[in-house]
Every structure is written in C-alpha cells, then in structure tokens.
C-alpha cells in the first residue's frame, strides 16, 4: 500500500494513531480515523474518482460536504450497497469498500465518454426531441439510455439492515451547530428550555472545524477552543440533548421536523443503521450555514477543480493537500483565507485570480504580504488537463468580455469562490419566504410563517461575530417565547480581518463557453441558453426542460448560478424570476430509515381467529381478507386446489360443512333509540323486529350506493347486534358514529365493538341440524321452534353461545357465536359430533363458490361503489314508505333510475368447463367493431361448481334483467368466450332448501 | 404534520385524526320535495377554498368524538376548534 503522498505531517482533525484501510475500485489505500472517503482518496492524490452523468467526462471532488454533485460512489457491497454515496460525507471506517458508478467497463476507460465528443450533438431536450417516435420503441430506447445515463446500483437482495423511528418534542430545536447554532443553543439551553441541537457532522463546530491556525480567534483562543468549551457547556445542561451525525432533512407543518440520524458511521453495526426523528419542536433555529457557490466558466468540471473552501477544509481539517500548485479563482474575499491556509501547508499558490477590479480587503493584503501573486479584474477563460487539471488559462475582463493575452497557469488544483448561498433549504420548507440580497447576490429568509428563526451564515451573516450575535440571541429569544427567563447573552469577542464586498460574476463572458452550472446533471450555460432560446420562461419549466437541480444533490451548488444565468440572459432581475421550490428531503434518505420497523411480520398487523392454529394443524391454505387471515381450503394429501374446493362445496350440500365465521365484524348497537337508529341506516324496516329475530340489513351511502350489508339481531329491546362484512367491520362503525355524532346527536344509541369478543362457527347442510342436536343437546332447534332468521341462547358443548338460523349457502344453517377464548373446544366438539356424517371443514373459497351458486352478492366483490340495491335486484329489501334513510333519496335520482344501468345476472359460458376471467370485460360482438367497442358489463365472480357440475359466473351487465338470453362475449387478451345472460340464481332457485 | 387541537383531548399529532371535509353541509330534512338538483348539490358539491375553511374532523385514534376545525388552507393553520353543533367563530377566527 502507498504512502499517503498529499498528506500533512501535522494538524488537522483526523487521528494519525488510527490508520485505516480502505478500497476503491479494487484497490487499496491507507487514511485515518476522522477522514471522509474524499480526504483519504485526496491524500492518496486520487482526484479522479467518477464520470459525468450525461457526457461521462472525468469527475474529482468538488467540495467537502453535503453539497457534492460530482464525487458520487457506490458504497459498500452485496444487500448493503448504496448507490449515489457522497465520498465527502462517507466517514472512512476500516475495510470501507467503495466504487466509482456511471461509467462501463471502468473508470479510466469508459465507452460512455464518447457522448463526451457528440456533446454538440445532445443539448438540452435532447431525448424528448429524438425518441418521442415513433412510440411504441420508446421502451426499447429507455433501456439503453438508462443503462448509459445512470447513477448507482440499487442493491439487489433485501436491507439486512435495521432501522428505527423515535419521536420528541422540545422546547428549542437549534439546526446546525456551527458558530450561530452553538451560541442559540448555550442561550437557550442556559434559560433552562428542553433543547435539542443537531448537526450532520459526527463533529458539531461547523465552519469552525475548518479554521486552520490563521487570524481568527474567539474570546481569547482559537475557535477550537470556543467551541470546545461550548460543548462543555451544553453537556453539563441536563435539558440538552445534543445529536451529532443527524441531518434534519424535512420541515412540515406546526414545527414538525424530521431528522435522519446516521448509527453506522464506523461501518456496518449489528444494531440500528439508522434512526429516524420526527420531532415536534415549540420554537426553532435554523443555524444551517452557507453552501459555496461554484464559478461559472469554461471547463470548470475538471478533476482537481474545487471549491475553495473544500480545499480549505482538506488542508485544515483533514491534513491533507489538495495539490501541488493552485490556482485560486474567486470574487469574494473568502477565498484568500483559503489561499493562505493552503499556502501555509506548502502547496505552491500560483496566483489568485479575482474578478473584482479593486481588491483592497484586508484578506487580500494579508495574502499580499505572504507573497501570493493576485490577479484583478481577471478570470479563468480555459483549463487544460483530461484525468485532472493541468493549466488554466486567465485573462482580464473588460466591458462585456475579455481581453488582453492570455496567460497560461500550470497547476494541479483550482480552488474557486463564487460566495456563499445561505443554506435557506429548510427555511423555505417551513414556508418562511426568501428575499434577494442583490449586493452579494444570494437568497437570505425573509418573513417566517412559522415559529422559526434563521441565525448566522443561513441567514447571510457576513462575519463571525454577526453568527455568534445572531445565534445567541435567536436562542434567547426562542426560550423567551417558550416562557422560559433568562438573560441576554453577550456575545464573545471575535478578532478576525473584515470582508471586503464581494462581486458577481454569473459567467466567465466568453463566446459558447462549456461551462457547467449543474455539475451533477451535465447542465452548461449552453443548455440554459438553447431552453430560453426556445421559448422556456418560467424558471420551473427550465428547471425541468433542461434537468438543472434535478440530481440527488438537488442543486445545491448549481440552483443559485442557474437561476442568474436565466435572468441575466432574458435581461430581468433575478427576483422577478421567483427561486424554484425547496422540498424535503434536504439530503437523500433510505426508504429503510422512512419504513423503520415497519417491514415484514410488523409492516401490518395480522389478524387470526382463535381456530387459527386448528385451520393450520388441518393444513389450510390461507388468504388475506383485510388484516384477517382466513382458511381458503383444505387440501387433503395431493389435493389440487379445485379438488379441495370441489370436495369441500359437495360435502356442505350433501350433508354438512363447518366454517371458522369468526372473521365477521360484530357491533353492539345499544340504546332507546336503537331501532329508530337502524331504520335510519338500513334500506328495511327495523322497528316490527321482535327480540330472538334476526333480519339481513343493507346499507347504502347516502348517495344510493350498496355500502355493506349482514345480518342484525335483536338481543333486546334497546340492544341489537349488527354484523358487518369482514373487510369493513371498522369503516361500518366509523360511519355509525360519524352520523350519530354529526347528523344525530340527538339520538340515544350508543355502538361497541365486539368482533374479536365472540367467535363464530357456521354449520349448513341437510346435516347440521343432526350434528348441532348432538352438541346442544338441551336446545330445541327444529323448524317450528328456531325457524329460519331466528336465534337462540343456549349451550353447546359446554359453554353458553347463541345460535342463529341464518345461512349463506342457501343450506339450512347455524352460526354459534361463543366466547373467542372457547372456541377451540366447540368446534372440535361439533367436529366429534359431525363425525358420523363425515362433516367437512370448508373455506372461504367454498362459501364463495356455494353462495355463487344461490346469486347471493357480495358487496365489495359484485359492487364497487356504483350499484343501487335496484342494481343488484335487492329492491325488495328497499322500504320507501318507513321515513327516511341513508341512501333513500338518491334512489329517485335521475341517473339512479335511469335505464341503462349495470344490473347484476349470471352467466352461464357455451362451454362448460371454461371459467371466466373475474374482472373480465363483456362485448355484445364477438367481431372487433368499430374502436372504442361498446362495453356491456363486466363479470364479478366466477367459478366452477361442483355442485351444478360446471362453471357459473356472476356479472353487472347493463340493462342485464331485460337481456337474459342473450350472448356475451368475454374479451380476452388473445379470444373471446360465448357466454349466455341468465339469471342469477343458479340452484334451488325456489329457496326450498334453507327453510328445511 | 398538523397539530390537532383536539377539543376534548387537547393538541395531538394529525396521525390520530381523520379528516371528514367541509363542515356546516347542511342535510336537507325535507328531501322529498327537492330536487334532483339541491340534493346533488348537498352529496356532491364541496368549497375548495383558498384561505379560510370549515372542515369536520375525528380524533379517531384518541377519543374518537367529531369536532370542527375552521383552518386557513393556505398557510395550513388552524385558526379555530368548535364542537359539533356550534356555530363557526364569529368573524375572522385568526
């Protein structure tokens, strides 16, 4: 392994007694315990780290943070790869394994870069205006251009990781611990307030972290040490919590704010990878700093081409050089400090080239007498150099362009300062609205909406000491308003050299410069020139035309240039163009961290009845109805499907079948006005129900539709208990409160949920009576005593249940509702009991297939929101003349009337052994007509029965009732299949059966 | 993320709240005699203001009671809780 050439003997903030290994692209290098993946690459003179998204050009790394567009990797291998991986905030731990993406076969030799030399060929639009035709090979097209424009690997197998989600609430919340969020937190934290301060460093100092030994020092010592003592502070308050490696990323409503904390930072853990805040937060400070800008100018996108306070930041903080000769291009003053911090660390400053004419600051005199060469009123007009810059080429600016010679600059690094954006990203989330500073030419937050402060750099702070002023009293103002007391804080002594104003210089001003605006997204001047030229004006449509601040990087470097290179090409102000919308996620986040623990057994509840393990000792195949797992059927040894389900459905007509009905939503509906309150909800009469009866119910909303239908006792006189299909148990109760809370207060009904209190079981069959007789033998339950929709209390098998003469099959049949917690021993009581007339376990496909049979519908399955009860032939249950009810009214509607509506039939195919497609779509024509065919319907179940011996369909036809006899087609994909219109009702049509 | 002032539970996250929309839609009472009209324009008709808004809320996840929220829906802050049956704050609630 190599020496870490470009690494310093001293300073910085790594640990030189931790040495670490690492691999990138195969190959192995050595760096340290506090390194990101871009210092160590750096140190190890690695500039060259990926391709351009669009032309593949060779890429460095361009700053040192959150921010980077270019520096992109795929970390990690296997289930744990993470594609679009930032190498300037990947924390190096021992045995990082990281590599370069986008490019094919490799890095240095990548067949993509030939887009490089068609650029000319593929502007902006380029593959709207040449794939848009013909169509229909879009897909084929998609496929390579994706391949060719891509980022990184999603992983290919699930995250082994875990993930977790905690909430808090706080008084203060202070965002960023740089000097602004350093000195609110103390002032907050101070005043006794429940405060919690974040950072997305693993380090908290911010910018402070990047000072170098130079002219700055705060109180009386360096920053190091301001915010070391501060640290010192905060953790002695026990209100204070302090989350480092935690990146707030989303700002909603109310001051609710998510963060997204980083656990694995030294590499994989066995525990937590990461952890997702949702805080509720009284007041917030915003201390998020500056983000700086790149230089616009030709071939500004060459590795070793950087910002120059990320090359600040690698001389300071890392200990590492960026190069050996720099040339430093700038318009600020901020980049002299940069300038000297390098040139104190022994790379060679071979000039610094500023665009300002006066440059008379007291950086820049300080540069002067450390004998760096500093070039006014001039810029970078070229750069030489494939896999990493070799020269610049600079020359002065004059009036609207350039002039003079040009000069040739050998260098292997170009520090560049376009300002600094306030990191307003947050801000601008919370909806707080962004004024334009036009003097340093950035966005700074102007009016909040909500409970927030912006403090320091992010709010365009232009010293030190305005951070710490701004901060310390943002923080004492925040826990003033959360009624905590305290005194002002003062503000510590700064000595540091004063900024010269600084200029704006949009675009180096030569002719058809390459010029990159987005670096992440291959966006040039050029692109942003042809979008205006065509006729693109709103700043979002630009945006979106030419994919500017479209990457995972969201335009953090590029947004700010973008918006001013439109403005000053159509020759307006740049606020009159408006900023582009700020969303959340202000960096990217894992949909492990969003899922948290909501992922396999816990991503949703399941729910089993208490005869769930019997149905799995019995071999029950399962299906989800809603949360409910219910037994579908019960294959017996080499049974298919159909053969069980045959079996199953032949068993339950011939003699008797058992189902597990616990599944059914039960709700105690109490109270005086209880019957009032079911005529109301219910299309049928209610109050001349006796006690003991029961009474099938269908609910409508109140605009006519079928919304749930089952059948409600009467327990007593002011107690009922309705019965809800499985799937909409809780939306039933939902809408029976809703009404009595809303609509009729004044009524005295009070409802319970009690579906998982009680279990039912179900025996229909010419059996099973005989078999419940064995099992109750106290109870009388022939038909003159218990008739059909009658019930009865009583015990069976032990234990006190009610039994009730309902059926779903059109078979004689009991539901015995006991205890859940008994339900165990009573079904395996009436399975000893059936066992003479080999009772059979059916179902739920079964008692689909045996109610299919009867043309009983099933709202959810024949309806969908659109069918009247007149639509499902259920007029008969319809009372028009007891007052009014939910629905009642749109019954008379003149689209519920009119003709022409879908009505619920059969179908029966010409062949009978084919089952139609559920969902399938009816056509009068077998023969393609004329396009868009006439649809006629739709089938809603289908199935073969075992009992009639061949399939049977249910469909919503329209104008069906009038049209039985009639031939269908059902249009499939490659046929269509005859089937004729019948009516529903398929077996026993006279109903003989039930009432036996 | 809302903060819900729940009128009887005080202020809990949006999560344990379900929103029913516009309040103060009156169900006519004598709907044999109207027309097709007036009641379609009770079932389906609904304001979509900018700005100032009624809307009926449950705390479904807490104590389930149905309240009215008069909420600004540009700025998406609630200017006002009130129970069922009460009449909307007089004037402008903020």
């Known amino acids: 392994m190599r020496r870490q050439r470009f690494r310093l003997d001293t300073g910085g903030k790594i640990d030189r007694t931790r040495p670490l290994v690492f691999t990138f692209n195969g190959r192995r290098y050595g760096g340290y315990a506090g390194d990101t993946l871009a210092s160590a690459l750096l140190a190890n003179g690695v500039h060259f780290i990926a391709r351009g998204f669009k032309y593949h050009r060779p890429r460095g790394i361009m700053t040192a943070g959150v921010e980077e567009p270019n520096a992109l990797v795929q970390h990690g291998v296997g289930a744990r ?43 902006a639009g380029f593959y709207y205006k040449t794939f848009m035709r013909p169509a229909r090979l879009w897909r084929v097209y998609e496929h390579f251009i994706r391949k060719a424009a891509g980022l990184g690997r999603a992983p290919g197998a699930p995250d082994p990781d ?67 003592a501060a640290l010192e502070a905060l953790r002695g308050m026990a209100e204070v919590t302090l989350l480092p490696r935690c990146t707030a990323f989303g700002y909603y409503a109310d001051n609710f ?111 002067r007498e450390a004998g760096l060469p500093v070039f006014q009123g001039s810029v970078i007009v070229g750069t030489a150099g494939r896999r990493r810059v070799r020269a610049v080429t600079v020359q002065r600016l004059a009036g609207d362009g350039v002039a003079g010679s040009a000069r040739r600059l050998i260098c292997d690094c170009v520090a560049m300062s376009g300002g600094w954006n306030p990191s307003v990203h947050l801000f601008s989330q919370s909806r707080g609205a962004l004024e334009f500073q036009a003097e340093a030419g950035i966005f700074v937050p102007g009016q909040a909406v909500q409970a927030v402060r912006a403090a320091g750099a992010c709010n365009g702070a232009p010293s030190l000491a305005d951070c710490l002023a701004e901060g310390g009293a943002a923080g004492h103002a925040a826990a003033s308003d959360c009624g905590f007391a305290a005194t002002a804080p003062t503000s510590p002594a700064v000595r540091e050299p004063g900024h010269g104003a600084p200029a704006t210089l949009w675009r180096v001003p030569v002719d058809r410069p390459r010029a990159f605006v987005d670096f992440q997204n291959d966006v040039t001047t050029q692109d942003l020139d042809l979008a205006l030229r065509e006729g693109y004006r709103s700043v979002e449509h630009v945006k979106r035309y030419t994919t500017t601040g479209m990457g995972t990087d969201q335009g953090k470097t590029a947004n700010v240039n973008a918006l001013a290179n439109i403005a000053q090409t159509l ?232 039994i009730l003469r309902v059926s779903f099959t059109g078979e004689v049949g009991f539901e015995i509702s006991v205890a859940a917690d008994s339900a165990l021993g009573v079904w395996r009581a009436l399975m000893d009991a059936g066992a003479a007339h080999d009772i059979t376990p059916y179902g739920t496909e079964a008692m689909h297939v045996l109610r299919a049979e009867k043309g009983y519908a099933i709202v959810g399955q024949e309806t969908d929101g659109t069918m009247t009860p007149g639509d499902l032939g259920m007029d008969w249950i319809v009372n028009m003349t007891k007052g009014d009810f939910i629905g009642r009214r749109s019954l008379t509607r003149a689209d519920t009337e009119r003709s022409g509506r879908k009505q619920l039939v059969g179908l029966l195919t010409e062949d009978p052994d084919t089952v139609l497609a559920e969902g399938a779509q009816l056509v009068a024509s077998a023969e393609p007509g004329p396009l868009p065919a006439a649809m006629s319907g739709h089938v809603t179940s289908s199935y073969h029965s075992a009992n009639l011996g061949r399939s049977i369909a249910l469909a919503m036809v329209r104008n069906g009732r009038a049209r039985i006899g009639e031939t269908l087609f059902a249009a499939m994909a490659d046929r269509t299949i005859a089937a004729v219109i019948t009516e529903p009702v398929f077996f026993d049509p006279k109903g003989e059966r039930l009432h036996g | 993320m809302l903060c819900i002032p729940c009128p009887w539970c005080g202020a809990r996250d949006v999560a344990e709240f379900h929103c029913g929309g516009e309040a103060h839609i009156a169900r006519p009472a004598d709907a044999d005699r109207i027309g097709d009209e007036i009641w379609a324009e009770y079932l389906f008709m609904r304001a979509n203001p900018k700005g100032l808004h009624h809307e009926r809320w449950q705390h479904r996840q807490g104590c389930r009671r149905w309240f009215h929220v008069a909420r600004d829906t540009q700025s998406d802050r609630i200017l006002a809780v009130y129970r069922i049956g009460d009449a909307p704050p007089e004037g402008d609630p903020s």
């Not at chain 1, 993406?101 to 593929?122: E, M, S, T, V, Y």
């Not at chain 1, 706080?170 to 960023?176: A, W």
């Not at chain 1, 700093?289 to 100018?297: D, K, M």
């Not at chain 1, 389900?645 to 616990?662: F, M, P």
């Open chain 1, 571 to 802: 020759g307006v102000e740049i606020p009159s163009l408006g900023v582009t919308t700020f969303r959340p996620p202000y960096t990217p986040v894992t949909f492990g961290a969003i899922a948290g623990r909501h992922v396999a057994d816990q991503y949703d509840p399941v729910r089993q009845t208490p005869l769930h393990g019997w149905h799995e000792d019995r071999g029950a195949v399962f299906e989800d109805v809603g949360q409910w797992k219910r037994a579908r059927y019960y294959p017996l040894d080499g049974e298919t499907m159909r053969q069980a389900v045959d079996r199953e459905g032949l068993a339950a007509r011939s003699s008797v079948g058992i189902l597990d009905y616990s599944t059914l939503g039960k709700i105690e509906i109490c109270g005086p006005d209880a019957a009032r309150f079911l005529n109301r909800v219910y299309t049928n009469g209610w109050t001349k129900l006796a006690v003991d009866r029961c009474r099938y119910g269908l609910m409508l909303g109140d605009d006519g539709m079928a919304m749930d239908d089952g059948v409600t006792l009467r327990l007593a006189e002011d107690r009922y208990l309705m019965t809800t299909t499985t799937g909409n148990a809780a939306r039933v109760l939902n809408w029976l409160e809703e009404w009595l809370q809303t609509e009729w207060p004044e009524l005295a009904v009070y409802c319970t949920s009690v579906t998982e209190q009680y279990a039912t079981i179900s025996l229909c069959g010419p059996k099973a009576r005989a078999v419940l007789a064995i099992a109750a033998p106290d109870l009388a339950l022939d038909a003159a005593t218990l008739p059909h929709m009658a019930l009865a209390e009583g015990v069976v098998a032990g234990v006190a249940a009610r």
């Open chain 1, 257 to 367: 704010v998510t963060l997204l904390e980083r656990l694995d930072e030294d590499g994989p853990t066995g525990g937590n990878r990461q952890r997702l805040w949702q805080i509720r937060a009284r007041q917030v400070v915003l201390a998020t700093g500056a983000l700086e800008r790149p230089l616009v100018f030709p071939d500004n996108d060459r590795p070793g081409i950087m910002l120059a306070g990320a090359a600040q930041s690698y001389v300071n903080r890392y200990g590492v050089q960026p190069g050996a000769r720099c040339v430093v291009f700038t318009n600020n003053d901020s980049a002299y400090a940069a300038a000297l911090d390098m040139n104190r660390a022994g790379t060679a400053i071979e000039a610094i080239v500023d665009t300002r004419i006066e440059v008379e600051g007291e950086w820049p005199r300080l540069a």
């Open chain 1, 162 to 228: 875990r993930y977790a989600h905690r909430h808090a609430h706080c008084d203060v919340l202070v965002v960023g611990a740089g000097p602004a969020g350093l000195a609110a937190a103390l002032a907050a934290g101070a005043s006794g307030a429940r405060v919690i301060v974040v950072d997305e460093q693993g380090e908290f100092g911010g910018a402070l972290l990047n000072d170098g030994g130079g002219p700055v020092a705060i109180g009386d010592g360096p920053p190091a040490a301001f915010v070391a």
């Open chain 1, 81 to 123: 790869t993470d594609p679009n991986s930032r190498a300037t905030t990947l924390a190096l731990y021992e045995g990082l394994c990281a590599a370069s993406q986008n490019c094919w076969p490799g890095l240095h030799f990548d067949i993509g870069a030939l887009n490089g030399r068609l650029a000319a060929l593929i502007p």
